[in-house]
Each structure stands twice: as structure tokens, then as C-alpha cells.
């Protein structure tokens, strides 16, 4: 119930996402009575899901510790109550994000030896076919260097298990690439990060010119940092199509050179949507966690869903629970 345009997105998205996944299962949770007329639209759809009806749901204003402690039967919450009772493999919300975020830290916990969770996406580059994933993205405003080296861990294993990178390159998002630049946290961190195996290798320092260049495939900050760097991409990729059009308005030649290039702006577009990058995912949780954009459609909410069942498949805790169990957390960095 959860989003701009709520359930319609929801069960559209769903229903698109099942004619790729042929064992997907669904449970929706929510008002049957605005559910299940949508539902009705999509023959397969119905076969594999199952309406849990409430009528209590998260409101879009409501403060995370409100959702807490006085919607305990919302959609949001026996969604991710069936991730936690073994009832379904991953929760997909376009609800509220901070009241998601706290719900699922208490309903689902934290892995063992995972001190905060963080949100992690993933960033077009400049090289075809590649992506770069990005964390945390705003669960974590301050973070310490050990939080750095948990993130560097999750963002990695992300990596292996979503974008099929078998040996990810991981870099801490600073404000140069030197050793001496940087505040204390990232300088310990990456220290620590030197003397660790990582799923992947770490290489260091990055700028903020280097998440899109297609040279790294996880970047590590703190949550107050990726959240303006993603807020920044977006309104980056906003300016640009902006300026295409007015480009194309300003004279009648522009006009008449506009037919042209409509496949290469066809291809752009296509590339730089936002709907083809959603999902945000909860990494660090016992129980898989995605939220969606609450102001996409269904196209940007399938992806969502796309996301947590390449997470399930590829069996992300398990594989991430195996890797640190291995790590010495209290290992001292070089001095």
C-alpha cells in the first residue's frame, strides 16, 4: 500500500516481474478490497499469489517510531513479519522509508558481527554494461571506520551476488585519492580494509568523479554523503534532459535535425532511466529488505522486485554470513 500510485504499481510491477521469474510467489499485503481488482487484470499473477488483507497501513508522513510502536498490523510491518517467520524470501516496499528502515532493523535484526545495516544501489556508468554500487545511501549519517569496513564487506558480496562481479573493486568515497586526505574514520578504515580479505580487492581512495566512470565497482561512504551523491546524480540526470529539450526548442534547424538523432537520444534515455536502477536494498539484515521509489511506476517497481530475487538466488546472507565469519574485526591498521 505503500507509494505514489499504490497498489496499482505494485501488482503491475509484480505482474511483469513473474512473466521473467516462472517461480516466483507472491503475497500481497494490504486492502483486499483495492487489491484484488487489479489482481483480477493478470491470469498468471493470480495463480501464484495470495492477498493478506489490513486495512491498517504506514502513512507517508508518519515518523518511524510512530510506524513502531502503533502500526504493528500494517501492510509494511506483516510483510516484513513473513520475511522473519520464514513465510516469504524477501520484502519489496515503496512505503516510507525511514518507518521500512526501522521496522525491518527490529523485525528482521541485524546479521551476527554486522553493527549497522546500510542502503546499497547501483549507479550507470560511462562503460557499457557496467554498474557501480554504491552504500550507504542514508540508513547511517555518521559512521566509524569499522562501519566503513562492514559497509566494504556487504557492498562487495552485493556486487558478487546482483551484478556478477566475481572480484569487485571497492573504494572509500573521499575528497581525494591521496592517503593524507580525508577525516580520521576513512583513514583508519582504509588501513583496516589494507590488512582484510575482502570478497573483492581494495584499491584504495575515490572522488566524487569516479562513482560513473566505470574503474570501480563499489564505493563506501557514510550514509549523510551517498544520500547527496544520489540526490545529486538525479537532479544531474534531470538538468540533462532538460537541456536536451530547450536545445531542441531553440531554433527551427534544431527542429529539423531533432529526427536524426532520436535513436542516439532513444538510446540515452533508456541508459540514464531511473526506473532501470530501483532498488534500494537493507544489506546486513537476517531477512531481505528492497525498497522501492515511492514515486515510480511499474516498470521502476519490478526492477525493485528484480532485485530481491536475483538477492535470493544468488543466496546473498548465506554467501555474505560465510565471508565474515572468517574476518579478524579486531585486527589494529598500520600505522
Known amino acids: 500500500m505503500g507509494g505514489d500510485n499504490a497498489p496499482d504499481i505494485v501488482v503491475n510491477g509484480a505482474a511483469l516481474s513473474a512473466r521473467m521469474h516462472k517461480n516466483m510467489q507472491c503475497l500481497f499485503f494490504g486492502d483486499k478490497n483495492k487489491i484484488e481488482p487489479i489482481l483480477s487484470n493478470h491470469r498468471r499473477l493470480s495463480k501464484i499469489s495470495k492477498i493478506i488483507h489490513t486495512d491498517n497501513a504506514v502513512l507517508p508522513n508518519d515518523k518511524p517510531t510512530i510506524a513502531l510502536r502503533k502500526r504493528k498490523n500494517s501492510s509494511m510491518n506483516l510483510a516484513i513479519q513473513a520475511v522473519a517467520n520464514k513465510e516469504a524470501d524477501c520484502v519489496i516496499s515503496a512505503g516510507n522509508t525511514g518507518a521500512l528502515m526501522l521496522l525491518a532493523l527490529f523485525g528482521l535484526k541485524p546479521l551476527p558481527q554486522i553493527s549497522r545495516p546500510a542502503i546499497a544501489s547501483y549507479y550507470p556508468t560511462m562503460k557499457a554494461n557496467k554498474r557501480t554500487v554504491l552504500l550507504d545511501m542514508g540508513a547511517n549519517l555518521q559512521c566509524s571506520a569499522k562501519n566503513l569496513v562492514e559497509f566494504a564487506f556487504l557492498g562487495s558480496t552485493f556486487a558478487q551476488v546482483v551484478l556478477k562481479v566475481d572480484k569487485p573493486s571497492v573504494c572509500l568515497l573521499n575528497i581525494g585519492t591521496e592517503d593524507m586526505k580525508g577525516k580520521e574514520e576513512l583513514k583508519e578504515a ?4 589494507a590488512n582484510i580479505s575482502l570478497p573483492g580487492s581494495f584499491n584504495g581512495f575515490a572522488e566524487g568523479d569516479n562513482i560513473m566512470d566505470g574503474n570501480i565497482d563499489v564505493v563506501v561512504t557514510d550514509g549523510f ?24 526548442k531553440s531554433s527551427p534547424i534544431s527542429w529539423l535535425g531533432y529526427p536524426l538523432i ?49 538477492m535470493v538466488q544468488g543466496q546473498f546472507n548465506s554467501r555474505l554470513a560465510d565471508t565474515i565469519e572468517q574476518v579478524n574485526w579486531q585486527q589494529e591498521p598500520k600505522k
Not at 547527496?228 to 534531470?238: D, P, R
Open 190 to 193: 582504509a588501513s583496516l580494509l
Open 225 to 248: 554523503t551517498g544520500n547527496v551523491a544520489l540526490k545529486t546524480s538525479e537532479g544531474t540526470a534531470k538538468l540533462i534532459a532538460s537541456m536536451l529539450k530547450s536545445a531542441f
Open 262 to 310: 532520436l535513436p542516439a537520444l532513444y538510446k540515452l534515455k533508456k541508459n540514464i532511466d531511473p526506473r532501470l536502477y530501483n532498488g534500494g536494498v537493507f544489506l546486513g539484515l537476517q531477512g531481505l529488505c528492497v525498497k522501492s521509489h515511492g514515486g515510480t511506476d511499474e516498470i521502476g517497481f519490478s526492477n525493485a522486485i528484480n532485485v530481491g530475487v536475483k
